[in-house]
């Protein structure tokens, strides 16, 4: 087993993530009822978001930096409802809850109620639900909404990603000079020599311009519709990654880590991008790699 922030969650071995790189991405077979409810439950989950921004809420501190609020909680409490009650024997990992359920399953959910937490509490206007979904180990469904735009971004394995009804397709930019990029920072940040400053600034002087909004689901969701041309970060967790990834590579995009080692949910890394700049990312980052 694995432990990211708290949460436990199965390793992936060498030999796990080879198998992972062969096995197919297979659409399961009720994809239809899948993403109805990974819809019904973000949907729900962004009501919530919603009427806590305009209610109020409590701030804690799980670390100095890293805020929970009672929107978080809630909001989750929303998803894990909705699919439990529509797939009971499904797997559930959320972010604050952790692993839920025991019983293997060839589904597990993949869960952040609430991504740009700083950016929620502070008022920012800039976060998301994202809602992923895992079968046989492999990503294959995400649905991530932006409840203050009303942006709904979907995707399923060999469907095509979408921004409401709109298909979605990745920019056509192809130098790292012409690109706007975008990257976050983890809330390990004044603990680690490993926290993405030293890609940051080298980062700015070889791209166009790069942004840090503070959602990874929706920087992903904008690489994949043409807005952002790459993304990076050194420091995730899966529920950060799993609907984004899946959304990209249906828009056309590229997503692995910072080497040509088989990309794994489980790794931390991601590059995400439209593809055309994928190798001269990659190239700057470890040319430049701050480990
Ligand atoms: C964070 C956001 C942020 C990223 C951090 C994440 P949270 O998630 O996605 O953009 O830079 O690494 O932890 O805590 O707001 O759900
Ligand atoms: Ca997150
Ligand atoms: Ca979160």
Request: aromatic letters at 8%.
């Given at each position: 087993?694995?432990?990211?922030?708290?949460?436990?969650?199965?390793?992936?071995?060498?030999?796990?993530?080879?198998?992972?790189?062969?096995?197919?991405?297979?659409?399961?077979?009720?994809?239809?009822?899948?993403?109805?409810?990974?819809?019904?439950?973000?949907?729900?989950?962004?009501?919530?978001?919603?009427?806590?921004?305009?209610?109020?809420?409590?701030?804690?501190?799980?670390?100095?930096?890293?805020?929970?609020?009672?929107?978080?909680?809630?909001?989750?409490?929303?998803?894990?409802?909705?699919?439990?009650?529509?797939?009971?024997?499904?797997?559930?990992?959320?972010?604050?809850?952790?692993?839920?359920?025991?019983?293997?399953?060839?589904?597990?959910?993949?869960?952040?109620?609430?991504?740009?937490?700083?950016?929620?509490?502070?008022?920012?206007?800039?976060?998301?639900?994202?809602?992923?979904?895992?079968?046989?180990?492999?990503?294959?469904?995400?649905?991530?909404?932006?409840?203050?735009?009303?942006?709904?971004?979907?995707?399923?394995?060999?469907?095509?990603?979408?921004?409401?009804?709109?298909?979605?397709?990745?920019?056509?930019i192809d130098t790292l000079d012409k690109s706007l990029l975008v990257?976050?920072?983890?809330?390990?940040?004044?603990?680690?020599?490993?926290?993405?400053?030293?890609?940051?600034?080298?980062?700015?002087?070889?791209?166009?311009?790069?942004?840090?909004?503070?959602?990874?689901?929706?920087d992903l969701c904008y690489v994949a519709a043409g807005r952002f041309?790459?993304?990076?970060?050194?420091?995730?967790?899966?529920?950060?990654?799993?609907?984004?990834?899946?959304?990209?590579?249906?828009?056309?995009?590229?997503?692995?880590?910072?080497?040509?080692?088989?990309?794994?949910?489980?790794?931390?890394?991601?590059?995400?991008?439209?593809?055309?700049?994928?190798?001269?990312l990659l190239a700057a980052l470890r040319r430049h790699d701050a480990?």
């Amino acid at each position: 087993m694995n432990e990211i922030d708290g949460t436990s969650f199965p390793t992936c071995t060498k030999e796990t993530v080879t198998e992972m790189q062969t096995t197919e991405r297979m659409l399961p077979p009720d994809y239809p009822d899948l993403m109805a409810t990974a819809v019904q439950a973000a949907q729900r989950a962004g009501e919530t978001l919603r009427d806590y921004a305009k209610s109020g809420f409590r701030i804690h501190y799980k670390a100095a930096i890293n805020l929970v609020t009672d929107a978080d909680r809630q909001a989750e409490e929303c998803i894990v409802q909705t699919i439990r009650h529509a797939y009971p024997s499904h797997r559930i990992l959320a972010e604050e809850r952790g692993q839920d359920g025991t019983a293997p399953s060839p589904y597990q959910w993949i869960v952040d109620p609430l991504d740009g937490t700083t950016n929620f509490a502070h008022g920012f206007p800039f976060y998301s639900v994202s809602i992923g979904l895992e079968y046989r180990g492999q990503c294959v469904l995400g649905v991530v909404l932006d409840p203050v735009r009303g942006e709904l971004f979907t995707a399923g394995v060999g469907q095509g990603a979408f921004l409401d009804a709109e298909p979605l397709s990745v920019s056509a930019i192809d130098t790292l000079d012409k690109s706007l990029l975008v990257t976050g920072f983890a809330y390990n940040i004044r603990e680690t020599a490993n926290n993405n400053l030293d890609h940051f600034s080298h980062m700015s002087l070889r791209a166009q311009a790069i942004r840090r909004t503070g959602s990874a689901a929706l920087d992903l969701c904008y690489v994949a519709a043409g807005r952002f041309e790459g993304y990076w970060e050194v420091t995730l967790s899966p529920w950060d990654m799993a609907a984004g990834i899946v959304i990209v590579r249906e828009a056309g995009g590229r997503v692995s880590g910072f080497t040509h080692e088989p990309f794994s949910l489980y790794g931390r890394e991601l590059v995400a991008t439209n593809g055309r700049i994928h190798e001269q990312l990659l190239a700057a980052l470890r040319r430049h790699d701050a480990r």
